[in-house]
């Protein structure tokens, strides 16, 4: 049941979690500690490569690259599962808070490594990220990317613009949830009720309305599209509009601007 704030307010609305299931936790504890209902709905699944191989031989020449570039977390985390050591004064770049937090588990800090990210904390992707780049200074250089088994081609398609070259290396395997019967059971009442849904992925919001649409057909597309949004990406926002959602709070990046963004008990 939704939490009713101290004084007799009209009670708060759970707040869903679409995180992948490593990432939910400490966001859904903080939540919890502040009042709130979290419930933890991943809408990705993080899995290992079938084969490293490639990657590590990719990591393996780390001193060669002026620039790797982690699209996620979750790229990050996996590629230091094959990292010894960082070599000094190789930069990197991010494209949020979230990001940030991952290499500080690493040991990168502002401290001893330059890190490049968005200077708006509510364009944090991969164009935020190329304002910050000096291009011309990459001109001829060789660049490393490090994301999952697919994703955007912008931003290396941007840096080969630019004279920049790039090498683009998997680190992890995204997988959608199917939605069977446990699945099925846990996102009808979701439908059914009114709930702030925290979004940060495009692709997770993509398979939210592709589940809906599956249990329920239009309908439960409608139910989806009324629900509160909140989102740390602009292209985020924008992609929740094109799916026709039109209750949607752009947050900016990292946890704290989105536990801003959320209404908690007095």
């Known amino acids: 049941m939704p939490l009713a704030p101290q004084g007799g307010g009209p009670a708060l609305r759970p707040v869903i979690i679409t995180r992948p299931a490593q990432q939910a936790s400490a966001l859904a504890q903080q939540i919890a500690a502040r009042g709130r209902q979290p419930v933890i709905f991943p809408l990705l699944e993080i899995l290992p490569l079938v084969d490293s191989t490639p990657l590590q031989a990719v990591l393996d ?6 620039l790797v570039v982690f699209v ?10 094959h ?7 190789l930069p990197v770049g991010i494209v949020g808070e979230g990001s940030r937090a991952a290499l500080a588990r690493h040991g990168l800090t502002a401290q001893n490594t330059t890190i490049f990210s968005p200077p708006d904390p509510a364009r944090t992707d991969s164009e935020g990220l190329l304002q910050a780049l000096d291009l011309d200074a990459l001109r001829g250089r060789q660049v490393l990317l490090v994301r999952g088994e697919s994703g955007r081609e912008f931003f290396a398609d941007s840096l080969l613009a630019a004279g920049v070259k790039v090498q683009a290396v998997a680190a992890y395997r995204r997988q959608a949830p199917a939605l069977d019967a446990a699945l099925r059971a846990r996102l009808q009442p979701l439908l059914d009720s009114e709930n702030d849904w925290i979004l940060t992925s495009s692709e997770a919001l993509r398979h939210l309305v592709g589940l809906a649409q599956a249990l329920e057909g239009s309908t439960g597309v409608a139910k989806i599209q009324q629900q509160k949004l909140l989102v740390p990406h602009a292209r985020i926002a924008e992609t929740a509009h094109v799916l026709g959602f039109t209750d949607v709070t752009l947050t900016g990046s990292g946890d704290e601007r989105l536990l801003d963004a959320l209404q908690f008990p007095l």
């Open 83 to 89: 990292i010894a050591g960082w070599p000094p004064q």
């Open 61 to 66: 020449q780390l001193a060669s690259f002026a």
């Open 72 to 81: 996620s977390p979750n790229a990050i985390d996996a590629a230091f599962r």
